[in-house]
């Protein structure tokens, strides 16, 4: 055998491993992928469903923070209006409470004086 066909045999059989190689990398790849797409169809599967619910929860939520956003408006005019009508009361009561205090006060002096004095 002449080195030109052992080179020949030798580059034949290092194309062949090459192809062997190539090939058995090409299976790998393609199971690679295919794993991949169903993992990609899994996380589809349970990731849909998870981001609707999370829509959901977001829209009652909201939804949540706008009515206690309107109690606590409501909440905020009752007590102006408290505030408001206890000033009133505090206004009008104040001056005939201290008034009649102070007339029965001296109502009481000027009875005391009387009964010194009857003595």
Do not use: N
């Not at 062949?16 to 169903?38: K, V």
């Not at 606590?72 to 201290?98: K, Q």
């Amino acid at each position: 055998m002449s080195a030109l066909e052992l080179v020949t045999v030798l580059c034949g059989v290092l194309a062949l491993a090459a192809a062997a190689g190539l090939a058995l990398a090409s299976a790998r790849l393609l199971r690679a992928a295919r794993e991949l797409d169903e993992a990609r169809s899994a996380f589809e599967r349970g990731a849909v469903p998870a981001v609707e619910e999370l829509r959901a929860a977001a829209r009652r939520a909201t939804a949540e923070v706008d009515r206690v956003d309107d109690l606590l408006d409501v909440a905020g005019s009752i007590g102006t209006r408290v505030d408001a009508a206890t000033e009133a009361t505090y206004r009008a009561l104040t001056s005939p409470v201290i008034k009649g205090v102070a007339a029965a006060a001296g109502t009481r002096r000027a009875a005391r004086r009387l009964r010194r004095s009857e003595r």
